[in-house]
Nanobody, 124 residues
Framework: QVQLVESGGGLVQAGGSLRLPCSAS????????MGWFRQAPGKEREFVAA????????AYADSVKGRFTISRDNAKNTVYLQMNSLKPEDTAVYYC?????????????????WGQGTQVTVSS
């Protein structure tokens, strides 16, 4: 199994940027497909971005396309979510997730392992 720990959240002004790292344990991290999801108060968890284990395939929610970038550094056992041009509607708890077998990258039910979440708040 793999354990995930997110960090890097905080309070930023609209238009600002944040980078969220997710550190993973395990010797086979590079074989896991990775995803980012978020959950705003009173809302269901929604898909943000996904990255294949090889790093050659990505997917983004329409709401963040062109503003967010997902990447991974296998040498550091870390996946990143770079968030630019942040909007108040991006305010949420952000979670990273992992799976060995990718069935549907945009579906939270397809991921086996989850981090504890990190709060991102964007003020107007």
């Amino acid at each position: 199994q793999v354990q995930l720990v997110e960090s890097g959240g905080g309070l930023v002004q609209a238009g600002g940027s944040l980078r969220l790292p997710c550190s993973a344990s395990g010797r086979t991290f590079r074989r896991y497909h990775m995803g980012w999801f978020r959950q705003a108060p009173g809302k269901e968890r929604e898909f943000v971005a996904a990255l294949s284990y090889s790093g050659d395939s990505t997917a983004y929610a329409d709401s963040v396309k062109g503003r967010f970038t997902i990447s991974r550094d296998n040498a550091k056992n870390t996946v990143y979510l770079q968030m630019n041009s942040l909007k108040p509607e991006d305010t949420a708890v952000y979670y990273c997730a992992a799976t060995r077998v990718l069935i549907a990258s945009r579906d939270a039910a397809g991921y086996d392992y989850w981090g504890q979440g990190t709060q991102v708040t964007v003020s107007s």
